[in-house]
């Protein structure tokens, strides 16, 4: 079984993680630029952190054979603080970066006039960039989250079929499924989808178009959700090709949208990255 996650953000996971994630026979992922969990203060501190997910972190994760790419932009939580709007301003000098394959997580949290600011600016960028966008949708007021959001991306121009919707679940797939927009949907261990869930949903709707991820950070989630979702579905009489479609060729068509998406020679060692000391056993 090989498997792209389409949405984890290994900032927050150790090289555990990704040693348990390569023997499970994930190959490839991409990071979404999120919330760190708290606030940040100032502009400087999204540029370290967008300059570690597009040279650290695929470093890292070359060292368990497992290619690394990232989505920027600024999310939808802190385009409520005014001193991190100004990363609006910083976004192009990143979007053409190798191995950044779309714009996002872009979106709602609050759904605020702030919100749909950098909403609306940040689909702007996904066309003038040519990148696809992944959209967060709020963990609250979901299914009217994601009609706004809908008719956001509807007003923008963008390609439908250029937008992941995530973090989808029973109510909202209906909402987007007739759109052409690409549907994801995070499994988690308590909360969002269950590898069960997502098989009703897969025998429903079908494998179009249909993305899962295990979205894992910082908080209870577990990275191992795609395996176990794949899992699911042989037991529930799902062809491998079925599976295959689900975990590896619909991310895999998705991000290829970007025209940045490198999954060539996986099992290469990754080089050395500047200054770390990772390859001599750390200090």
Known sequence: MRIFDPHIHM???????????????????????????????????????????????????GQFGVRHHAT????????????CRPVLDLLPRY?????????GEIGYDSMTPDEDAAFAGQLALAVAH????????????KARGVERTLAVVAESGIEPGRVLVDHLNEVTVKLVRDTGCWLGFSIYPETKMSPPRMVELLKTYGTER????????????????????????LLAGFSEDDVDRVLWRNPVEF??????????DVDAPAPTFAGNSILRGGE
């Open 11 to 61: 900032t927050s996971r150790t090289t555990d993680d990704y040693e348990r994630m390569a023997a499970a026979g994930v190959r490839a992922v991409v990071e979404p630029a999120f919330w760190l969990g708290q606030p940040r203060t100032s502009v400087a501190s999204f540029v370290d952190y967008f300059d570690s997910l597009i040279g650290w972190e695929p470093f890292r994760a």
């Open 72 to 83: 920027v932009a600024l999310n939808p939580k802190e385009a409520n603080d005014p001193r």
């Open 95 to 103: 979007l053409d970066k190798d191995g950044v394959v779309a714009v």
């Open 130 to 141: 040519d990148l696809p966008a992944l959209v967060h949708t709020p963990h609250r007021d």
């Open 210 to 233: 249909m993305l899962v991820n295990s979205a894992a950070d910082w908080g209870r989630s577990d990275p191992l959700l795609t395996r176990a979702t794949g899992e699911a579905m």
């Open 255 to 264: 991000y290829g949208q970007s025209g940045k998406l490198d999954l060539g």
